[in-house]
């Protein structure tokens, strides 16, 4: 059973900057997409960020595209989330998961319903 531990976020100023970091234990298969949602009170649940894992391809929503940065460390099962400038509606709960659907070593910023994430780390962005 995939476990991902969330870390990092918090509470930060808007145009600040913070990191998420995902640990990753118990995944068996071959390469996969992993990466970021996240959900704000009162909104649905959102793809930010993810990674393929066999070969490194990226995906971002329109959003955060040129702020965050993911990226991953094989040799400690880490994904991480760099996020600059962040902005107020960034405000949300962030969770990694290892479920976004994929196709030809690309990642589609959703997840399908049994889609497994960790506790979530918190960040919160004030103007």
């Known amino acids: 059973q995939v476990q991902l531990q969330e870390s990092g976020g918090g509470s930060v100023q808007a145009g600040g900057s913070t990191r998420l970091t995902c640990i990753v234990s118990?995944?068996?298969?071959?390469?996969?997409?992993i990466g970021w949602i996240r959900q704000a009170p009162g909104k649905e649940r959102e793809g930010v960020a993810a990674?393929?894992?066999?070969?490194?391809?990226?995906s971002y929503t329109d959003s955060v595209k040129g702020r965050f940065t993911i990226s991953k460390d094989n040799t400690k099962n880490t994904v991480y989330l760099q996020m600059n400038n962040l902005k107020p509606e960034d405000t949300a709960m962030y969770y990694c998961?290892?479920?976004?659907?994929?196709?030809?070593?690309?990642?589609?910023?959703?997840?399908?319903?049994?889609?497994?994430w960790g506790q979530g780390t918190q960040v919160t962005v004030s103007s």
């Open positions: 118990g995944y068996r298969g071959s390469s996969n997409c």
């Open positions: 998961t290892a479920d976004f659907v994929f196709s030809g070593g690309t990642c589609f910023l959703f997840v399908p319903d049994f889609a497994s």
């Open positions: 990674i393929y894992t066999g070969g490194g391809s990226l």
